[in-house]
Nanobody, 124 residues
Framework: QLRLVESGGGLVQPGGSLRLSCAASGFALRYYHIGWFRQAPGKEREGVSC????????YYADSVKGRFTISRDNAENTMSLQMNGLKPEDTAVYFCAVESLPFRLCVSRNFGSWGQGTQVTVFS
């Protein structure tokens, strides 16, 4: 059945870069909207970036604009989040998620299928 598995998290210095990947199986990613979310201890899960399935637009949280880039590779059935210029406040568990139904806001409640998460720690 539908499965999402994140990878690429780890420890990085402030100003460093990481590339997170999400492998999809059991369904064709090309037919789904995609999103990356993160949650730090004691904080709500927030939308980092979302992209519609037609690739015509992408949303980025103000806190990551200019630093993070969302992408997909439909041929490989994967999605990625390139993170540059990392800051300590980017420390969180990062989740990939997908949804087939249309949505207007890049928020957790609009996505129905989730990966298990991968830890990103920016050490200062």
């Amino acid at each position: 059945q539908l499965r999402l598995v994140e990878s690429g998290g780890g420890l990085v210095q402030p100003g460093g870069s990481l590339r997170l990947s999400c492998a999809a199986s059991g369904f064709a990613l090309r037919y789904y909207h995609i999103g990356w979310f993160r949650q730090a201890p004691g904080k709500e899960r927030e939308g980092v970036s979302c992209m519609y399935k037609n690739n015509d637009t992408a949303y980025y949280a103000d806190s990551v604009k200019g630093r993070f880039t969302i992408s997909r590779d439909n041929a490989e059935n994967t999605m990625s989040l390139q993170m540059n210029g990392l800051k300590p406040e980017d420390t969180a568990v990062y989740f990939c998620a997908v949804e087939s139904l249309p949505f207007r806001l890049c928020v957790s409640r609009n996505f129905g299928s989730w990966g298990q998460g991968t830890q990103v720690t920016v050490f200062s």
